[in-house]
């Protein structure tokens, strides 16, 4: 894997929730660096135990942090690409982690090319989606990682059509409208149909605002996760 994908990132951009040291977002990207070119099974442990203590996630404490977003695709590569099968399970571990914890309260969403404000969560599990192939190669574990996945789940809608007031039980979503500059919206999710291709049909009850095309709605519960 090459390291240009850490160095792309600005991680004195990223906040600090805690403002300790031990989870500054520069420390993730070192921890990174040192878990790519590993070579023994001592140097991977120690790598993945920085990242495993702070600033990517705090395993004790069950809390995900900012710099986990841009941290997965590279986490992901090295899934992938990973130089022994001792770095690419770590890899998986972290990712899985990623997902069961908790952000910090007020440090819960992040802005992605897809997004403004999406929960961290959800910007996380569309990371991982996006590597199906490669994770289901992986066996048990991928797999295991596919399905956390999936609990976050994300829906673009590309056109919509007024009907009739359901009345049939609802489940809560957010409601995400471009250009993603107001907060999002909740809205009831009253019906979904879906095909063998992944396209769904929704229905929604009455929206606070106008829904358009590109719109996305995500799990209501993601965005009040917090520590």
């Known amino acids: 894997m090459s390291l240009d994908a850490v160095d792309a990132v600005n991680w004195s951009a990223i906040p600090n929730p805690t403002a300790h040291p031990s989870d500054d977002p520069e420390r993730v990207a070192d921890a990174l660096r040192r878990l790519a070119v590993s070579t023994t099974a001592n140097e991977t442990g120690d790598a993945a135990s920085l990242l495993a203590g702070g600033g990517f996630v705090c395993s004790h404490a069950g809390m995900v942090f ?68 490669v994770l289901r190669a992986h066996g048990r574990f991928g797999r295991q990682l596919l399905a956390e996945a999936a609990l976050h789940w994300q829906l673009t809608i590309e056109e919509t059509e ?43 009850r009455q929206t606070p605002i106008r829904i358009t095309p590109g719109s996305t709605l995500y799990a209501a519960e993601c965005g009040r996760r917090e520590h």
């Open 66 to 133: 900012p710099a986990a977003y841009p941290a997965t695709p590279v986490l992901l590569d090295l899934v992938e690409h990973g130089r022994r099968s001792r770095i690419k399970a770590a890899a998986l571990g972290l990712l899985f982690d990623a997902l069961c914890s908790l952000p910090p309260v007020g440090h819960n969403r992040v802005d992605t090319p897809h997004g403004a404000d999406v929960p961290l969560c959800c910007a996380i599990a569309r990371c991982i989606r996006g590597r199906h192939a």
């Open 162 to 204: 007024l009907q009739p007031d359901g009345t049939l039980t609802a489940i809560e979503a957010e409601l995400h409208v471009p250009p993603f500059v107001q907060r999002a919206a909740t809205v009831c999710v009253e019906a979904l149909t879906a095909d063998s291709s992944g396209a769904a049909c929704i229905q929604l």
